[in-house]
Structures are given as structure tokens and as C-alpha cells.
């Protein structure tokens, strides 16, 4: 019952610092998707993929990239750390239809100091 | 302006109470989501509509597509009710990411 499985859980990093969120999921969805929660916003879709090798901006891409390596995983890059991307950072699949839900993972808590 | 607004932010209850949660919504959509947020973080879809009304145990959900307003009811509420709940919108296709709400604190106390 794996499901959306994100690494890691949780992250602290130093301004300016590089790293990548993993995200996979094992339910052949054909659509990914990658919010941010903060505080008194709600979240926030910053790039989804709706299928297999393509990809496209949402609401608050900038200072991210993504990459959707293939069916299963969809990944999360933040070049260059800043404050400002401290988040609880959300995956979730789908299969892509109108009235398909979305399955989400339990979420990355990441901090940058 | 948001795009999608609920009401009440914070709503507190007894337990028993009959709970309405409010999502209005600005844009034209082709579904509306309600997702509930554990305590501890996790997040579960509850119902997706584009018309009428669904019902899972007891939790009910309309929409009323002129008026751009959807409600979830929780009848007999139970402190295990108590969570997020979340309204979401899909603008576009169904591949497209969702636009959410702040989200409803509900605390239902025994």
C-alpha cells in the first residue's frame, strides 16, 4: 500500500544550498504534481506533469526545476536554497482524468536557514 | 482575490453537531475537490463534483454550479472529524493541477 512515496521527510538546509525531493508513486498514474504549503496561503501547485516526459509550470515555479524521470517518479530541484522556499512540500499522482482524485504523499518539511 | 474562498476559517463543535463547511469559487471550473488534512499532515481526497450531490457515510457534498458554491455537510460530527478540510477547483483539463482553498480548521470537542 505504498501509494505516493516522498524522500525525505524532513530538511534542514543553509541558504544557498542545492538539493533534490524524490517522488514516486507505484499506482500507474499518468499525472504528477508538486505543491508547497505555507501558513496562511493554502497550497500552492508549483510544477505538474501530465504525462511521461512532459512538464509545465503551475502558480510558483520560480527558483525550481523538476524533472519526470519516468512513469513513476517525479522529481524536485532546488538549485540554490533561500528562505523564502521554506515549505512543507507536497507530491501527489493522478490518473489525469476529469473526475480522477489525487493521491497525495505524507509530505517533506524542509527548512532554510 | 482568491479564486477559492471557505468559510468558516476556524470552526469549533460539539460533538453530535451537524457541520456545513462553504467553498465559493470565482473562476469557471470542471470538478471541485473537498480533501480532508490530518492532524498529522497527511492529506486524503474526499469527493470530487461537477454537479449535484455525493454522500459517503457522513459526509455530504453539493455544488451548485450558477451560484459558483459548493458545501460539505458532516452529520453526527465526532472528534475523530475534526481536521482540515480543503476545497479545490480544477480550472482546466484533467491533468492540470488543482487551486485550493486555505482550508476550514474544524475541531469537534467530546
Known amino acids: 500500500n505504498a501509494g505516493v512515496t516522498q524522500t525525505p521527510k524532513f530538511q534542514v538546509l543553509k541558504t544557498g544550498q542545492s538539493m533534490t525531493l524524490q517522488c514516486a508513486q507505484d499506482m500507474n498514474h499518468n499525472s504528477m504534481y508538486w505543491y508547497r504549503q505555507d501558513p496562511g496561503m493554502g497550497l500552492r501547485l508549483i510544477y505538474y506533469?501530465?504525462?511521461?516526459?512532459?512538464?509545465d509550470k503551475g502558480e510558483v515555479p520560480n527558483g525550481y526545476n523538476v524533472s519526470r524521470l519516468n512513469k513513476r517518479e517525479f522529481s524536485l530541484r532546488l538549485e540554490s536554497a533561500a528562505p523564502s522556499q521554506t515549505s512543507v512540500y507536497f507530491c501527489?499522482?493522478?490518473?489525469?482524468?476529469?473526475?480522477?482524485?489525487?493521491?497525495f504523499g505524507d509530505g517533506t518539511r524542509l527548512s532554510i536557514l | 482575490k482568491n479564486e477559492v474562498e471557505q468559510s468558516p476559517q476556524n470552526l469549533t463543535a460539539q460533538e453530535g453537531e451537524f457541520i456545513t463547511i462553504n467553498c465559493s469559487y470565482s473562476?469557471?471550473?470542471?470538478?471541485l475537490h473537498w480533501l480532508q488534512q490530518h492532524p498529522g499532515g497527511g492529506i486524503v481526497s474526499l469527493f470530487m463534483l461537477s454537479s449535484g450531490k455525493k454522500k459517503h457515510g457522513r459526509l455530504i457534498a453539493t455544488i451548485n454550479i450558477q451560484e459558483k458554491h459548493s458545501s460539505l455537510h458532516i452529520t453526527a460530527s465526532h472528534p475523530r472529524d475534526s481536521a482540515v478540510y480543503i476545497c479545490a477547483v480544477l480550472k482546466g483539463g484533467g491533468a492540470d493541477g488543482l487551486t485550493f482553498g486555505k482550508g476550514t480548521h474544524l475541531i469537534i470537542q467530546p
Open positions: 501527489a499522482s493522478s490518473e489525469g482524468g476529469t473526475h480522477q482524485p489525487q493521491h
Open positions: 473562476v469557471g471550473i470542471s470538478a
Open positions: 506533469s501530465a504525462s511521461e516526459g512532459t512538464t
